[in-house]
């Protein structure tokens, strides 16, 4: 949406009102800025700035710009992994908050576009090359049917493009990683249990997120009197895994690949994502083929009536170097001209 009155204002057809244009992807994580100089030219000059080592966005915004040592932008692009209702923003994962108005003065941006980094991330799946995606299961897209997204990081990313009838797709904009954890088995009963007891409430994001993967370690250990001392991140608990150094890391890995699984499949009919599901996120991509063998898709598929369904679709990992959603943000800004 636009936040600046200027972008309704009419420009002169020698400058072009959104370039050039800085475009970020902001995780709780990490923050990524890139830029744009013309309609017709890539995106370049893509740094990662770490989130705590700025006490503002703008902060950071003001850092990229620094760092390039070019000219103000006329645009910009914000993709954010937070809601996105009105001129005040604020992110669920990290303490960064402002409002786009306010955003939009400071940098002199004629047009500024701040969008959840999910919707984003889905303006540009219909732009990623082959070489990006690596499937999992399920067979052939059918061409023009809705498509699924979710994704795993700082938190749980969802969202799904639906066609508008004229070739074209509609974003979703929404939280669905905050619907209610899907525990099946006992130990995932256990493990939902806890997070009950942590947070009051047990939402998808909870387990499927760098965070939740840890909790669920630590909750695992804590019922087998097991030593969790060695494991003190997300990382610790995935290389534990991967190593097979770890029982309860191993179990943890493997629950959070089938809550996945569960939380892709009800996306997967709520939407009728026949036009297949991507996860994205920083966690899936990093596992590499151990993911292809884990219960992600028996657990995707095991929706009883509905398995035969399930088992049609195809699931794809994004395996992007740049994040994507640099590419959707431009894409949101494009759509705006």
């Known amino acids: 949406m636009p936040a600046h009155p200027a972008h309704h204002m009419l420009h002169s057809p020698s400058r072009h009102p959104l370039f050039p244009r800085v475009l970020a992807d902001i995780g709780g994580t990490n923050a990524r800025f890139a830029w744009q100089s013309s309609p017709h030219d890539p995106i370049t000059d893509v740094i990662v700035l770490p989130c705590a080592d700025y006490d503002s966005l703008q902060a950071a915004f003001r850092a990229y710009l620094e760092r390039l040592g070019r000219d103000e932008p006329r645009a910009a692009a914000i993709a954010m992994a937070n809601p996105v209702t009105g001129d005040e923003v604020r992110m669920t994962n990290h303490h960064w908050a402002f409002s786009q108005k306010a955003f939009a003065a400071e940098f002199g941006l004629q047009v500024l576009r701040v969008l959840n980094d999910f919707t984003a991330l889905a303006l540009a799946l219909p732009t ?163 993911f292809d063998q884990s219960p992600f898709r028996s657990r995707f598929e095991a929706k009883g009536r509905f398995e035969s369904y399930l088992t049609n679709i195809p699931v794809w990992v994004i395996t992007s170097e740049q994040s994507p959603a640099l590419q959707g943000a431009a894409c949101a800004l494009d759509g705006m001209d």
Not at 263 to 286: D, E, S
Request: hydrophobic letters at 45%; aromatic letters at 4%.
């Open 128 to 290: 990623l090359p082959p070489s990006h995606l690596r499937q999992v299961g399920g067979r052939a897209a059918k061409v023009g049917a809705p498509i699924g997204l979710v994704g795993a990081g700082t938190g749980l990313g969802v969202s799904g493009l639906l066609p508008n009838g004229r070739g074209g797709w509609v974003p979703l904009e929404g939280e669905g990683g905050h619907v209610t954890l899907p525990a099946v088995t006992r130990r995932e009963r256990l493990v939902m249990d806890g997070l009950i007891r942590r947070y009051s409430r047990a939402s998808a994001e909870r387990l499927l997120s760098g965070q939740g993967l840890l909790d669920a370690c630590h909750l695992l250990c804590a019922a087998d009197a097991a030593d969790a001392s060695a494991m003190r991140s997300a990382a610790d608990v995935t290389r534990a895994a991967l190593d097979h150094a770890h029982p309860q890391a191993t179990e943890a890995l493997n629950i959070f690949c089938a809550q996945l699984g569960s939380v892709a499949a009800n996306l997967a009919l709520t939407l009728g994502a026949l036009g297949g599901v991507y996860i994205g996120g920083g966690i899936v991509p990093r596992l590499g083929a151990w």
